[in-house]
Nanobody, 119 residues
Framework: QVQLVESGGGLVRAGGSLRLSCTHS????????MGWYRQAPGKQRELVAL???????NYAASVKGRFTISRDNTKNTVYLQMNSLKLEDTAVYYC?????????????WGNGTLVTVSS
């Protein structure tokens, strides 16, 4: 069982940049993957970026080339660097961790951080 805390959201103009951070509590279980998801008003929650324990990374097509996910295991932190932001990037961004517990994989979520992109 882990707790996740996101930070770094805010108001930014189109074309600007933000870096989101997600810090998780220590766990005796292995972390299969950590990711960033987002939910815009009236939309379903969608995957933004996912980083696996082995180092492979998946990005949504809409953010590929603009966003970068990375992690620092010594700080128990995952980052999302967001560049060339667009109006359609406006959403609440959530950090997620998939933990391999005794009975199988379990997903945990932070409370989200709001990113608002303005013209």
């Amino acid at each position: 069982q882990v707790q996740l805390v996101e930070s770094g959201g805010g108001l930014v103009r189109a074309g600007g940049s933000l870096r989101l951070s997600c810090t998780h509590s220590p766990t005796i279980f292995s972390i299969n993957a950590m990711g960033w998801y987002r939910q815009a008003p009236g939309k379903q929650r969608e995957l933004v970026a996912l980083i696996f324990s082995g180092g492979s990374i998946n990005y949504a097509a809409s953010v590929k080339g603009r966003f970068t996910i990375s992690r620092d295991n010594t700080k128990n932190t995952v980052y999302l660097q967001m560049n060339s932001l667009k109006l359609e990037d406006t959403a609440v961004y959530y950090c997620s961790a998939e933990i391999e517990e005794w009975s199988g994989a379990m997903d945990y979520w932070g409370n989200g951080t709001l990113v608002t992109v303005s013209s």
